[in-house]
């Protein structure tokens, strides 16, 4: 009952959280029939195009290449949005969070939030579409999903606060985050698949790519692609460096950040 009763207020700010998303996203989407459905049908739209256009082999069948391109597509576009989406987050939403009575690491939830909103409607796509083409991809390593969310959300959320402090102090660093982000995509495995090609360029690129492993990991938990334990122990000691370094910024810039609450 004690603990029920300190993780409520949490699990209340949760729902109010999702909520607002929800509405938010209904209201980019006005005047549309599709409304927020168009979110998952963008990416649906444009993973197959991808999928036709760089299958360039009969390594994997092309039903198999898609939902690999999907799952990697929904997916770059959470890591993309933790950064670009949060390059002025302190400079111009203090309104927002005074008026929901936010602090600083409450502000950075939000938006948090924010994303896994608009990835959780691009996984339910996901998951209607393995279960069905290929329901048997959906096995044991399912149970890896909640520790992929939690890894991902602290990463994001850490890496969010990184990238908005470094705008701080060197503006111009926005449009490099913008262009990196962009570069990233190409050079990420998020279209193209080592297995597809001899090129050892992209086997280079793969694998000193820390972002190549975060990419691998949903492809596991949906069954995508085998387990690869070297991908989830790069990613958490990743993740781990990001989280300690976030924290450390964090307490040691509330003297010169505006402090939200």
Known sequence: M???KSIR??????????HISYIEATS?????????LWIPLSSLIFSAMLALVFRHSHVMPLGDFFLYVLTGYIFWGFIAASITGSTDVIQSRFEFAVHNNLSLPGLFGKLLIDRLFHYFLNLALLVALILLMSPSKIGPEIALFL???????ATSMGTAYLVNLVTIFYPDAKTLFSVGVRFMFFVSPVFWSVAETTSKTRAVLVQYNPVAYYLSLPRQVFGIEPIKPLAWFIAVIVSITVCIVACLAYHRSQGFVRNVK
């Open 147 to 153: 520790p992929f969310l939690l890894l991902i959300a």
């Open 9 to 18: 207020p949490h699990l209340s700010d949760l729902v109010r959280f999702f």
């Open 2 to 4: 004690h603990i029920w």
């Open 28 to 36: 980019q989407h006005r005047g549309t029939y599709l409304g927020v």
